[in-house]
Each structure stands twice: as structure tokens, then as C-alpha cells.
């Protein structure tokens, strides 16, 4: 599901149904490796959410834990802080592709882990290096101004910007 928040006939900014986190349990086979300071949050994508004052060891560290034998098809490694405001800064490194300005799984998958770990509420603000997203984990069911948020479905909620224009001859 995608809604888009208009203001004067321009989108302003889009939530997106991002689904139902996958909380298998697989924090014993990870602590079994060795790995016990994160916590391990699906999104359809594999994620471990660890919360440091430190979110800078995102190039030192995230390499390394992406390939670590906990995660036999490497995953990606957020790397949070709560800050006074009550916001969460993040820095991500991204299987395959190392340090990113932003990812939507990864912002849901920390917000998910905040509550998880008693760090956050159900809502919450993800700060990345590339910009803010709002992301909330429905706790009930509901509906908000003919819009429909499903329960224990993450709903992600970002600034659009027009980019691009053009056209294509077929």
C-alpha cells in the first residue's frame, strides 16, 4: 500500500506499507557464533541492528560482521544511536555495496529492533546520513482518514522530490 500526502496538488512526502517484520528466531544461532550485542530483524532482507554510542565504526565494523559465519548469506548492519531528542541516528552498511546514505529496510529494521529492545516506542525517527524517515510499527489496526494500517505491518513515511522528466520514443 502507498498513500501520498498532497499539499496544493504537489506530493509532499509517501508512506509505504514495508509489511510484517520477520522475527524468526534466529538470535540463538547468531549468539551461538558469537554475536550477541545485536538484534536480527527481517524485512524481507536480512538486518542486525546494533545500538553504540559509536555509530561511526560503520566502515571499520560493517564489513566484517556483513561476512561473518552468522550470516551465511551476509546481511546488513545498522549501526544506531538514540539521541537526546528522542530520534535515532543510524549509519548502514549495506551487503554488497558498503556504506549508504539511506535504506528504507534498514530504517524499518532499526525501528523495529528500538522497540524491540525497550529503546523506542512504536513510532519512530530514523536520521540517516541521507536524509529523515518517520517509520511506525502498527501495534492494532486501524484507520486514518480512509487510510487502512494493518497491524504488526511497518509503515515507512519519507520526503518525495521530483527528480525527472522525460520522454521516450518506443
Not at 536480527?40 to 555509530?55: A, E, K, L, R, W
Not at 556483513?66 to 530520534?87: D, K, L, T, W
Not at 555495496?97 to 519512530?124: E, F, M, N
Not at 502498527?138 to 519519507?158: A, I, L, P, W
Request: with cysteine; proline share 3%; aromatic share 10%.
Amino acid at each position: 500500500m502507498l498513500y501520498l500526502h498532497i499539499t496544493d496538488d504537489i506530493v509532499e512526502s509517501v508512506t509505504v506499507d514495508m509489511g510484517e517484520p520477520i522475527l524468526e528466531d534466529a538470535t540463538q544461532f547468531i549468539a551461538s557464533r558469537g554475536l550477541d550485542q545485536g538484534t536480527f530483524v527481517s524485512m524481507g532482507n536480512p538486518h542486525y541492528v546494533i545500538f553504540t554510542d559509536d555509530v561511526d565504526q560503520v566502515g571499520e565494523t560493517g564489513r566484517s560482521l556483513e561476512y561473518h559465519p552468522a550470516f551465511p548469506q551476509r546481511c546488513n548492519i545498522e549501526f544506531a544511536y538514540i539521541e537526546a531528542n528522542g530520534s535515532i541516528r543510524t549509519r548502514v552498511w549495506e551487503r554488497g555495496s558498503g556504506i549508504t546514505q539511506a535504506c528504507g529496510t534498514g530504517a524499518c529494521a532499526t525501528a523495529v529492533a528500538a522497540v524491540l529492545t525497550g529503546k523506542a516506542g512504536r513510532t519512530s525517527q530514523i536520521v540517516m546520513d541521507g536524509g529523515t524517515l518517520n517509520i511506525e510499527w502498527c501495534e492494532t489496526d486501524r484507520s486514518d482518514g480512509g487510510r487502512f494500517f494493518q497491524k504488526n505491518h511497518v509503515y515507512m513515511t519519507g520526503p518525495a522530490a521530483f527528480v525527472f522528466d522525460g520522454e521516450a520514443e518506443l
